[in-house]
């Protein structure tokens, strides 16, 4: 059973998190696309991050990675070859689809494929505007031998 959550309250008291609120809308929904194959995903340091997607039996050309507006999509399709005369045939090799959320800020730092094990290294880089900064404190003696500002009237005639 699912629990479903209205966030329309939460419309009327925020400015600018309809993204947030749509993720997790789209987190509540049952997922129609399969989880093959299997993926991991781990951080690997405080702005570091690493999706491992296993993907036994595609070679590179196989393979595709694109990434636009906040969408990181992973999608495998085997070239087409002759039945070889298997007896079982247990290493899928259907067509796959994986579509991942990253957060703002967040970039593909690299890929690479090794042991049937496709590795994506993301990395979060803050840009400098949006990084914490220190604030001087000005002392209150400071403040106060500054002269006041005077307005001046117009003199009556």
Do not use: C
């Not at 209205?6 to 509540?28: H, I, K």
């Not at 890929?111 to 979060?124: C, E, M, P, Q």
Request: charged residues 25%.
């Amino acid at each position: 059973m699912a629990t479903s959550y209205d966030y329309a309250p939460l419309f009327r008291s925020s400015v600018g998190f309809d993204r947030v609120f749509n993720l997790l809308e789209n987190a509540q929904r049952a997922r129609s696309i399969s989880d093959w194959p299997p993926y991991d995903i781990v951080k690997t340091g405080d702005d570091s991050y690493r999706i491992s997607v296993a993907v036994a039996g595609f070679v590179q050309d196989e393979l595709d990675i694109t990434f636009q507006s906040n969408l990181l999509t992973v999608t495998g399709k085997k070239q087409e070859t002759a039945n070889e005369g298997y007896l079982h045939r247990g290493i899928a090799g259907r067509p796959f689809e994986h579509r991942f959320e990253l957060a703002d800020h967040v970039r593909v730092d690299g890929a690479d494929l090794r042991n049937g094990l496709l590795s994506i290294n993301l990395v979060r880089e803050i840009p400098e505007a949006l990084k914490p900064r220190k604030i001087s404190i000005q002392s209150a003696s400071a403040l106060q031998s500054a002269a006041p500002a005077q307005i001046e009237g117009q003199k009556v005639a």
